[in-house]
């Protein structure tokens, strides 16, 4: 049955979710050979796993690489690790509790809130002309400036450069797949150094004049007379830029999918009869945008859905097959609007839940309700193509055009 899995077939990639739904009904867990990971298939276990605490991103403060028996790290893609090194998706506690402290409040509700009337204004800007036109690529016409701009703008990078953040951002992300080649290793490496460079000089910038941004914001941000060091705000910079558009961008081009595909929902959200907020909820929980997170087991007695590992074995939490899960979601292959269930793993949990949650939740209900006001009519002319991967999960093109 295992043999169900597999993030190299193109057909499995295109539609994963009736494999994923065969294994998540036999099998609670299940070792994958070719990734080395112990894969968890169901809702409450992998909700129940990403608040385990003796599971970890990292093992290198409990236990080094020879001791797990692994080879040695790569140097060759040193540059990408450097950039990872400080960020909070591969810290543990105390560094991951110090670094989440000093960027939190840039995330509140409250904070975020008050980027609603910008991303509306921006969300119309991008539309307005599209709607005359009558057509577009949804992915490079609306939601990839869209999002990215709004990002761009509350960090305090320049806008004009936000091609070159989309082109840095989609060769790291490869790194995060199971089916990663030498090649792509070796652009995401290159991405990387250049990535930091580009903000290391933003930061010195920052340092010597403050401005009103996010930026400068995380520069000055001190917790019990700590601040962050250099190499951690580059981390985190490139990491809220990476993660602030990528999760968002895949979500609208999944949900805008799903709803094209399933009318009479489009048309119940069109009519009013359910908020934006609410839609956005099922747009991330049918079709998510991240499909696995990684875990390392750091202590002896750790068990995960009934099955007992040993420390320096990995698990994989399936995030598309727990959303899926019947045992959580009443009729969970039905795509429907106004489910507004809110408690889907969408943005993980436990300490490493997504901090910009607040964020992507107010861009994609702006971004879906300014949709709904240009494009009501919208349907595909196309066959939407998908990205070839399993671990970030969306579409390269989304063509659609009014009726």
């Given amino acids: 049955m295992t043999n169900a899995f597999d993030p190299a077939d193109p057909g499995f990639l295109e539609d994963p979710y009736p494999a994923l739904n065969s294994l998540r009904e036999t099998e609670r867990i299940f070792y994958d050979e070719r990734s080395g990971l112990h894969l968890v298939t169901r809702f409450h276990d992998v909700k129940a796993g990403l608040r385990d605490q003796r599971l970890g991103r990292v093992h290198d403060h409990v236990m080094s690489r020879d001791a797990m028996g692994l080879a040695p790290r790569d140097d060759r893609w040193a540059p990408f690790r450097d950039v990872e090194r400080w960020s909070l998706l591969e810290l543990e506690p105390p560094d991951h509790t110090r670094l989440r402290n000093l960027i939190a409040n840039a995330f509140t509700v409250r904070t975020v809130e008050k980027l609603r009337e910008p991303a509306k204004r921006l969300a119309d800007d991008l539309l307005t002309p599209l709607a005359e036109a009558g057509s577009m690529n949804l992915l490079a016409d609306f939601a990839q400036p869209y999002s990215v701009q709004l990002i761009a703008s509350l960090l305090?990078?320049?806008?004009?450069?936000?091609?070159?953040?989309v082109e840095w951002?989609?060769?790291?992300?490869?790194?995060?797949?199971?089916?990663?080649s030498d090649e792509q290793a070796v652009a995401a490496s290159t991405a990387a150094a250049e990535f930091a460079g580009y903000v290391r000089g933003f930061i010195k910038d920052r340092i010597q004049s403050p401005r009103d941004d996010l930026i400068s914001s995380l520069v000055l941000a001190e917790v019990d007379g700590e601040r962050?060091?250099?190499d951690e705000l580059v981390s985190t910079v490139i990491v809220l830029l990476n993660a602030g558009h990528e999760a968002t961008v895949n979500t609208m081009g999944n949900g805008v999918v799903a709803f094209m595909r399933h009318r009479r929902e489009w048309e119940s959200v069109v009519a009013g009869g359910v908020p934006g907020s609410v839609a956005i909820e099922e747009m991330i929980r049918w079709d998510a945008p991240l499909h696995l997170f990684e875990r390392w087991v750091l202590e002896e007695g750790v068990e995960?859905?009934?099955?007992?590992?040993?420390?320096?074995?990995?698990?994989?939490?399936?995030?598309?097959?727990?959303?899926?899960?019947?045992?959580?979601?009443?009729h969970p292959d039905d795509f429907v609007a106004d489910r507004g269930d809110i408690h889907h793993i969408g943005f993980g949990g436990g300490i490493h839940r997504c901090i910009g949650a607040p964020l992507a939740r107010l861009e994609l209900e702006v971004g879906l309700t300014a949709l709904v006001r240009h494009f009501p009519d919208m349907e595909l002319v196309?066959?939407?193509?998908r990205h070839q991967t399993f671990v970030i999960r969306g579409y390269e093109d989304v063509a659609l055009a009014r009726r």
Avoid: I
Wanted: charged content about 25%; glycine content about 10%; cysteine-free.
């Fill in 156 to 165: 305090g990078v320049p806008l004009e450069d936000g091609p070159q953040l």
């Fill in 169 to 180: 951002s989609h060769r790291m992300v490869k790194m995060y797949e199971l089916t990663t």
């Fill in 304 to 330: 995960v859905a009934g099955r007992a590992l040993r420390p320096g074995e990995k698990v994989g939490f399936l995030f598309g097959s727990a959303n899926r899960d019947p045992r959580r979601f009443a």
């Fill in 382 to 385: 196309a066959e939407p193509v």
């Fill in 228 to 230: 962050l060091t250099e």
